[in-house]
């Protein structure tokens, strides 16, 4: 299975954009999909998961902010992005994973201006 992520860009604080991760296979059997961001200099964190039972889960710095979403149908896995803050600057890779293996995006980049 691959991964494909976009939807990242320029937004100025307080702005919105929605990232999509296309897999390219069915995404059913996934137990977890979700983001991680990773600034520059900086480790890279778990933004936001959710599971095959559709349970979610985010960072204190997201939460209220972002909403995490799949769509089996469509093999899609989304970050709606709301009220964007300069510190959201980084570039999102989107993970998907089973009990044995995890696949990974390859990222994209998403930059908040003040």
């Known amino acids: 299975v691959q991964l494909q992520a976009s939807g990242g860009g320029l937004v100025q604080a307080g702005g919105s954009l929605r990232l999509s991760c296309a897999a390219s296979?069915?995404?059913?059997?996934?137990?977890?999909m979700g983001w991680y961001r990773q600034a520059p200099g900086k480790q890279r964190d778990l933004v936001a998961h959710t599971t095959n039972g559709d349970s979610t889960n985010y960072a204190d710095s997201v939460k209220g902010r972002f909403t995490i979403s799949r769509d089996n149908a469509k093999n899609t896995m989304y970050l709606q992005m709301n009220s964007l803050k300069p510190e959201d600057t980084a570039v999102y890779y989107c993970?998907?994973?089973?009990?044995?293996?995890?696949?990974w995006g390859q990222g994209t980049q998403v930059t908040v201006s003040s």
């Open positions: 993970f998907a994973g089973t009990r044995s293996f995890v696949y």
């Open positions: 296979g069915s995404i059913f059997s996934f137990n977890a």
